[in-house]
């Protein structure tokens, strides 16, 4: 049974390290009005080295005429290719699809916005790789379009997930754990909030490191906890879990950037993402209390978990220090 489980966490540290903590990086496109009927497009692929990427590329209307030469190039892990195209109608209510989508396993962030400031957000996914350009995106359509993108950001941020995972081995009971959830929810509300308007801004690689480090510090408490030792962390775990929270929020926010904001509904978009974080964030939770509960309520899950705790506990404080070392190189 114990050769089984360090099996599996061999294979979850292996995934997550290849995954990285966001590496299922969506495809961005933005088509932006800046003329009468003239718009600028920018398309961003995810690139494979230097010189390869996934082959995605835009089929814009038949209709849209290009109006200057498309300019490409290999920039911070993507391809990008930014053009200019003419459309009598302004596009509205011609559809736009994203070839080659259906056949990755990524996803598509599309940003259209006017020169009167209505923007319009979509997420395209392999089965479902085209929209239609809407004059204006109605609340209902944001929300939805910001919560999804929240809880698939939370789903898919393996760093963020080891973090809780690491919270759930440390805090005992469930008051305590409710209490120190809501310090972490609180905590990264407000960075996500401040750094998604503009009013703190900090370099995104550095961010990404501390965050590592954060969950090294989790996974070493509860090393320690496993051996009988109680630590100012499992004391008063809202207290610490609190800095580390605002931490983890500067990382929401770097990806709700990257998808951008609709000038018109930032409060609405800035909420629905926040609520899409939340659901994702106690549907893991959730997920793993009633996992432990099941063990438990076999013969001899009790003292698995307690074995599995440990090992547990290594291997996210591992996986941790790997991204630490990763990312701390790479803006060195």
Same mark, same amino acid.
């Given at each position: 049974m114990m050769r089984a489980i360090c099996a599996i966490m061999i294979l979850l540290c292996s995934v997550c390290g290849r995954g990285n903590a966001h590496e299922l990086r969506? %495809?961005?496109l933005e088509i932006r009005q800046s003329g009468n009927d003239v718009f600028d497009v920018l398309w961003k692929v995810p690139a494979l080295g230097d010189q390869f990427r996934l082959a995605l590329d835009v089929d814009l209307p038949d209709d849209a005429v290009a109006v200057a030469e498309r300019r490409a190039t290999f920039a911070n892990g993507s391809f990008v290719t930014r053009w200019q195209v003419r459309h009598a109608r302004l596009l509205a209510g011609k559809s736009i *699809?994203?070839?080659g989508l259906d056949s990755t396993l990524t996803d598509a962030l599309v940003r259209v916005e006017w020169t009167d400031?209505? *923007?319009? #957000? #979509?997420?395209l996914t392999p089965t479902r790789p085209s929209f239609q350009i809407e004059p204006r995106q109605s609340a209902l359509m944001v929300a939805v379009t910001y919560g999804w993108m929240g809880i698939e950001h939370i789903l898919t941020?393996?760093?963020? !997930?080891?973090?809780?995972?690491? !919270?759930l081995l440390i805090v005992p009971g469930l008051r305590a754990l409710a209490g120190t959830i809501t310090a972490f929810t609180v905590a990264h509300s407000i960075t996500l909030a401040l750094s998604? !308007?503009?009013a703190v801004h900090l370099p995104r690689p550095p961010i990404e490191a501390m965050i590592a480090l954060s969950i090294m510090i989790v996974a070493t408490e509860a090393v320690k906890m496993s051996r009988g030792e109680i630590g100012i962390t499992v004391r008063y775990p809202w207290a610490v879990v609190f800095p580390f929270g605002l931490l983890h929020g500067l990382g929401f926010a770097g990806a709700l950037l990257d998808a951008g904001l609709p000038q018109h509904d930032v409060p609405l978009a800035l909420f629905a993402f926040n609520v899409g974080v939340e659901c994702g964030q106690l549907a893991f939770i959730a997920a793993l209390l009633g996992g432990a509960r099941f063990v438990r309520s076999v013969r001899s899950g009790r003292p698995l978990l307690l074995k599995a705790r440990s090992i547990v506990s290594y291997g996210i404080g591992v996986m %941790?220090?790997?991204? !630490?070392i990763e990312r701390s190189l790479g803006f060195l």
């Open positions: 969506p %495809a961005y *699809t994203i070839s400031g209505g *923007t319009q #957000v #979509v997420r941020g393996y760093d963020h !997930l080891l973090f809780l995972f690491g !919270l998604s !308007l503009g %941790a220090g790997f991204w !630490l």
